[in-house]
């Protein structure tokens, strides 16, 4: 078993749909969590970082950690074309490495 | 722009062959990590440079060497490549102590192993 699981997708939705991107994981000890967009040919970049659980916001992207049933989600309102890439989810414990997620494929139709 | 590079973008080597892949960090970001990406899948960990030296390694094998040079630059040596080291390399620049969301991505450079 993975230490964490996404779902690959891909996912498809129309313009100015909300989208919600998810990953559970086993190890109680994650206390870092991270959501990372990844263009093709592109390497990833950082979106939402969180500590701990609850919620944070930024712009159109929301990111949700609820350590108690080990599941994070990215939630992003009024969708874009320009938001089709592959979403990637990171997490980590007090030790450098980050683990990834193996990545969700979002395509958004205009 | 992560101020991060890498090279070169593309390469294509055959088994048993060895291969070095470079990175060029910000200026005052001494720490990097490499990460090995295959089709399809999320980064993994290879290993981690500070101040020249590696502290921390993931579930790599040996022929797996990094360097790490006092201008902010590292490499990544893979030896008697196999074909499944095919995939996409990327390295990752931070300042020391700095958490993740200061650490910034280069590009990759894509190998193919024939």
């Known amino acids: 078993q993975k230490e964490v699981e996404q779902d690959p997708g891909p996912l498809s939705v129309p313009e100015g749909a909300i989208v919600s991107l998810n990953c559970t994981y086993s190890?109680?000890?994650?206390?870092?969590f991270m959501w990372y967009r990844q263009y093709s040919r592109k390497g990833p970049e950082l979106l939402m970082y969180?500590?701990?659980?609850g919620n944070k916001e930024d712009g159109r992207f929301t990111a949700q950690v609820d350590k108690s049933s080990k599941y994070i989600s990215l939630f992003i309102r009024d969708s874009q074309p320009s938001d089709s890439a592959t979403y990637l989810c990171?997490?980590?414990?007090?030790?450098?490495?980050?683990?990834f997620g193996s990545g969700t494929r979002l395509l958004v139709r205009p | 722009e992560t101020g991060v590079t890498q090279s070169p973008t593309h390469l294509i080597k055959t088994r048993g062959q060895q291969v070095t892949l470079r990175c060029s960090s910000q200026?005052?970001?001494?720490?990097v990590s490499w990460y090995q990406q295959a089709l399809g899948q999320g980064p993994q960990f290879i290993f981690q440079?500070?101040?020249?030296?590696?502290?921390g390694r993931g579930n790599f094998p040996p022929r797996f060497s990094g360097l790490q040079f006092p201008n902010y630059s590292s490499e990544l040596n893979v030896n008697a490549l196999e074909l499944d080291d095919s995939a996409l390399y990327l390295c990752?620049?931070?300042?020391?102590?700095?958490?993740?969301?200061?650490?910034?991505f280069g590009p990759g450079t894509r190998l193919t192993v024939l």
């Open positions: 990752a620049s931070r300042p020391a102590g700095g958490s993740a969301d200061t650490q910034y």
């Open positions: 190890n109680s000890a994650f206390q870092y």
């Open positions: 969180t500590y701990s659980s």
């Open positions: 990171a997490m980590k414990d007090s030790s450098y490495k980050l683990i």
């Open positions: 200026s005052g970001h001494n720490t």
């Open positions: 440079y500070y101040r020249e030296e590696e502290n």
